[in-house]
Antibody, heavy 120, light 108 residues
Framework: QVQLVQSGAEVKKPGASVKVSCKAS????????MHWVRQAPGQGLEWMGI????????SYAQKFQGRVTMTRDTSTSTVYMELSSLRSEDTAVYYC?????????????WGQGTTVTVSS | SYELTQPPSVSVSPGQTARITCSAD??????AYWYQQKPGQAPVLVIY???ERPSGIPERFSGSSSGTTVTLTISGVQAEDEADYYC???????????FGGGTKLTVL
């Protein structure tokens, strides 16, 4: 079955970086874009950016430009999201979600979420 | 920046119709999407391309669009529909996505 499985929870100190993985299975990895969305405690969803696993091209929300890097490994059908210069406000659940390329079908499958806690 | 505005909360009794709106300050007329999120769970897509329903989503969920406002309608609300609902769209380029602030649906 189609699923996105994310890496486990992380605890980081302010100023550090975190790298979250999202392993896809059950579908053609390169046919679907991958989004990253985060949700701070008690808050709404926030779109961070998108990667096209086919060529590796990325687009990032302006808020995260310069701090986020999204990459992919087609050999393992895994995408990665690295966020640097962490601060307490980055404490959140981070989700990956796929979207079929150029079809406007929406983010139809989501990972289970990865909790990132930033604390000194 | 492009923003989507939702009411913070909507309350309905079981069996009634719930309507959740999502307004854009300047809709570039990209499609709208709706996601349902229950506590401790990942979001679930319930409407795509303004009014299409993914397979497996009950028929009581529907979407519509008029001008700069899109609406999620849940007919015959059930207790299990109590959740947070988020609209989502994109800027004029279609690349940069944005979510509304979310609406908490309470089933009385």
């Amino acid at each position: 079955q189609v699923q996105l499985v994310q890496s486990g929870a992380e605890v980081k100190k302010p100023g550090a970086s975190v790298k979250v993985s999202c392993k896809a299975s059950g579908y053609t990895f390169t046919s679907y874009y991958m989004h990253w969305v985060r949700q701070a405690p008690g808050q709404g969803l926030e779109w961070m950016g998108i990667i096209n696993p086919s060529g590796g091209s990325t687009s990032y929300a302006q808020k995260f430009q310069g701090r986020v890097t999204m990459t992919r490994d087609t050999s393992t059908s895994t995408v990665y999201m690295e966020l640097s210069s962490l601060r307490s406000e980055d404490t959140a659940v981070y989700y990956c979600a796929r979207e079929e390329g150029a079809t406007n079908y929406g983010m139809d499958v989501w990972g289970q979420g990865t909790t990132v806690t930033v604390s000194s | 920046s492009y923003e989507l505005t939702q009411p913070p909360s909507v309350s309905v009794s079981p069996g009634q119709t719930a309507r959740i709106t999502c307004s854009a300050d300047a809709l570039p007329k990209q499609y709208a999407y709706w996601y349902q999120q229950k506590p401790g769970q990942a979001p679930v897509l319930v409407i795509y391309k303004d009014s299409e329903r993914p397979s497996g989503i009950p028929e009581r969920f529907s979407g519509s669009s008029s001008g700069t406002t899109v609406t999620l309608t849940i007919s015959g609300v059930q207790a299990e529909d109590e959740a947070d609902y988020y609209c989502q769209s994109a800027d004029s380029s279609g690349t940069y996505r944005v979510f509304g602030g979310g609406t908490k649906l309470t089933v009385l």
